[in-house]
């Protein structure tokens, strides 16, 4: 019957590393803070953000993120009880923790600050469509992966469908129909799986879900409805030495190499 594949898509298929709608956005929502903000500290949050970036589960946590960094860096304009002697390995360990304590000191809201965070990038691609896409890449192989694939595929992002399927035609020349690109408000991605396998068209199909976040996959294996996936850790996205060690040692994960995925999805 073939094979399905969900895929997430930040640190699977696109590295978003380099965009800067994200610093742009935390700009908007709060000026004052940046207004003080060197160029060399810009720089040196660009770097902390590719270390922190295994925490982010959805774009927004994003601009929290640049905040944080900002106030560990600068006590001047602290207000969080958090920043403080605050290190990168501290909001890997402890982000769901620091998540709930700075959104209520800094009295934000979430639904807010996904808004927002979408309307600089579509403000950004109006504008400037050339510079917003070049800030994003595909790995290596991985549009060719997708352009000749045999199997099904489905994306299954927190990222907002519009930015994943511009990316997808644009960036990597690849259309993928808008009803198999489940974005940010279809749910979480364990109720999108439940959706795929029940249709009745994949019944008998073999099912693959490939993700860069451990924590996805886990909530995954929580759920015996889904002990039919087969379940992958992109060794290449978003993820920590420490969560590819842990990940090795769980027995429903396949550990995957970027070179392995682009063969698998041939």
């Not at 770097?47 to 946590?61: A, C, F, K, L, S």
């Not at 420490?242 to 682009?262: G, H, P, T, V």
Request: proline share 4%; aromatic share 8%; charged share 30%.
């Amino acid at each position: 019957m073939g094979d399905l594949y969900a895929l997430d898509f930040d640190g699977v298929l696109c590295d978003s590393c380099g965009e800067s709608s994200i610093s742009a956005a935390a700009k908007v929502r709060w000026p004052d803070l940046f207004d003080g903000v060197a160029s060399v500290l810009e720089d040196w949050i660009v770097d902390q953000m590719h270390i922190v970036r295994p925490v982010v589960e959805t774009g927004y946590e994003n601009l929290l993120l640049v905040r944080l960094l900002v106030e560990s860096r600068l006590p001047s304009i602290r207000k969080s009880s958090v920043a403080e002697g605050l290190t990168v390995e501290d909001i890997l360990e402890n982000w769901s923790k620091i998540k709930p304590v700075i959104m209520e000191e800094w009295d934000e809201n979430r639904d807010a600050l996904i808004d927002l965070f979408g309307k600089v990038r579509d403000e950004w691609m109006d504008n400037d469509l050339a510079t917003w896409i070049g800030a994003n890449r595909f790995y290596p192989g991985v549009p060719d992966a997708l352009k000749f694939s045999s199997s099904t595929i489905y994306i299954v992002t927190t990222k907002q469908s519009r930015f994943a399927d511009a990316l997808l035609r644009e960036l990597a020349g690849v259309t993928i129909p808008p009803e198999r690109i489940y974005g940010l408000g279809t749910g979480p991605k364990v109720k999108v799986l439940k959706q795929l396998q029940l249709r009745p068209e994949h019944q008998g199909m073999k099912l693959h879900f490939v993700e860069d976040r451990l924590a996805t996959l886990k909530n995954v294996i929580k759920e015996p409805e889904l002990d039919g996936w087969n379940l992958y850790l992109g060794d290449w996205g978003y993820n920590t030495q420490k969560e590819r060690e842990e990940a090795a040692n769980i027995s429903r994960i396949q550990l995957l190499q970027l070179s392995d995925f682009s063969k698998k999805l041939k």
